[in-house]
């Protein structure tokens, strides 16, 4: 009896085209939004090659500086200076332009002077370059007054220094962009919520005449509806499958992280979007309607609280009111993500799965128990 009721409500899902449209259709045009818009703003920032002037100096000192700056390149080879010989009365303008990333005073090599508009990674290069220059400088002093010590000195000279290292943290994708997508897979998996809530909606019989025929029928209500439910975790599960492999197939989206942990998460997402909306649909006797608008204020208000909308609004929840990104199913699934790709499988990554797991179990067993048959005055 269960794998034919199984059967039978995956045919009726398939046949379900506004569950198809929203399941199917939702990723795909959000997510070619995103990509669109997206796509190549981090990247851009990154290449982005900075401007630094030159002050003062002899000709000597100037070139080996800019030969220096130029070398530098970022890990995929661009080069992260463009070198500008300035002078002193050039140096306010460029700065009150914003045209370059900083000027440097060469006059005296053991004291270089960086002056700046703003701060950002390239300031910081920068100032790291003139400690070297500094270092270098008095050591090439120290070499000439103690001859001795002179090899030495030079050795540690000679050091070759990385200016700029990659570090991967834990995933390969520190794109700050990157979070409306693990929002927008957060989304698709609670949006299993409509899946979840059709199953008692469809089962009461003051609401639809299968409802009405299954309540006369000698069937196993719990086990009618749990079989029911299963049939649309399947079927949400593929539909959230296909969301995966568009972002990662067809918008080449780089998620930081293995695909065996994104399905995972994934599958335990929609899990736990379609336990919601399954407890969702045994409140009291509402209309279909009216328990449709809850799951909807559910889907769409959890999935602005997790960022959406903004990535802002998350962050000012976490410092604000934690307890809401704690409970909210949305938010709990996009810190999966989120800890994944940036910290890698931890503590953060490993509260969010156990948090998926429990809030599922508990949504379906609240579900199951108040699915026993009801008594209706007519029907």
């Not at 008095?138 to 030079?154: D, G, R, S, W």
């Given at each position: ?69 130029e070398s530098i390149q970022t890990g995929d080879g661009t080069p992260m200076f463009e070198v500008l010989l300035a002078t002193t009365d050039d140096e306010k303008k460029l700065l009150f332009e914003d045209e370059i990333a900083g000027v440097m005073d ?274």
């Amino acid at each position: 009896m269960f794998l034919r009721v199984l059967i039978y409500r995956l045919k009726k899902t398939v046949h379900d085209r506004e569950t198809m449209l929203w399941a199917l259709l939702f990723p795909i045009v959000l997510g070619t939004f995103f990509n669109l818009a997206l796509g190549s703003v981090y990247s851009h920032e990154m290449v982005d090659t900075k401007q630094v002037a030159l002050v003062g100096g002899s000709e000597e000192n100037t070139k080996f500086v800019k030969s220096t700056l130029e070398s530098i390149q970022t890990g995929d080879g661009t080069p992260m200076f463009e070198v500008l010989l300035a002078t002193t009365d050039d140096e306010k303008k460029l700065l009150f332009e914003d045209e370059i990333a900083g000027v440097m005073d060469i006059s005296d090599m053991t004291n270089i002077q960086l002056r700046v508009a703003n701060d950002d990674v390239s300031q910081n290069v920068l100032a790291h370059v003139i400690g070297i220059f500094r270092r270098n400088a008095v050591l090439t002093q120290e070499a000439m007054k103690n001859p001795q010590a002179a090899a030495q000195i030079m050795e540690l000279m000679s050091q070759d220094v990385e200016l700029v290292k990659q570090v991967n943290a834990a995933g390969e994708n520190k794109d700050p962009y990157v979070s409306y997508m693990y929002a927008l897979l957060a989304m698709v998996c609670i949006m299993a919520a409509n899946a979840g809530l059709a199953v008692p909606v469809d089962a009461q019989a003051n609401i639809s005449q299968q409802g009405a025929r299954i309540s006369v029928s000698p069937v196993n209500h719990k086990m009618y509806e749990l079989s029911c439910l299963v049939a649309a975790a399947l079927f949400q599960i593929l539909c959230t499958m296909i969301g995966l492999f568009m972002v990662l197939v067809v918008f080449r989206v780089n998620m930081g992280t293995s695909t065996g942990l994104l399905i995972l998460i994934c599958v335990l997402g929609t899990l736990l979007g379609c336990s919601l909306g399954f407890a969702l649909g045994h409140i009291s006797n509402l209309s279909k309607k009216t328990k449709e608008a809850i799951a909807l204020l559910f889907v769409t208000f959890g999935g602005f609280l997790s960022g959406l909308m903004a990535v802002q609004v998350k962050m000012m929840i976490e410092v604000n009111c934690p307890i809401i990104n704690r409970i909210n199913p949305s938010a709990i699934i996009h810190d999966a993500f989120y800890s994944l790709n940036m910290f890698g499988v931890g503590e953060m990554f490993y509260r969010s799965i156990f948090t998926m797991i429990v809030m599922t179990i508990v949504l379906t067993v609240i579900g199951l128990l108040m699915s026993g048959r009801r008594s209706y005055a007519s029907i």
